[in-house]
């Protein structure tokens, strides 16, 4: 069965970097493209990185310059970078399989909290 396990999340100030990791089980990760969604309190989830399988990245307008989404297909594990992280960061942050970039996910993780404060 597949699955997405997130972790690196917690509580950080605003101005400091925070890398997630989201380890991937039950199906061939390196044939897939993947992705990271974000959900702030009290809103939808907003998808802000995709990744091909060959390792070719595209970006949310809103987050270009400060994420950088990447993988390792050896350990099966997605990354997410942010640098100067910011309040509106805040929320949880999931990792998604999807079919081709920019589509919508096919399988999602539980999700990881972040916290920035001022």
């Known amino acids: 069965q597949a699955r997405l396990v997130e972790s690196g999340g917690g509580l950080v100030q605003a101005g400091d970097s925070l890398s997630l990791s989201c380890v991937a089980s039950g199906f061939t990760f390196r044939q897939w493209n993947m992705g990271w969604y974000h959900q702030a309190p009290g809103k939808e989830r907003d998808a802000v990185a995709w990744?091909?399988?060959?390792?070719?990245?595209e970006y949310a307008d809103s987050v270009k310059g400060r994420f950088k989404i990447s993988r390792n297909n050896s350990n099966n594990t997605l990354f997410l970078h942010i640098d100067n992280i910011k309040p509106e960061d805040t929320g949880t942050y999931f990792c998604v399989r999807i079919a081709h970039m920019q589509a919508p996910p096919t399988i999602w993780g539980q999700g990881t909290q972040v916290t920035v404060s001022l």
């Open positions: 990744i091909n399988a060959n390792g070719n990245a």
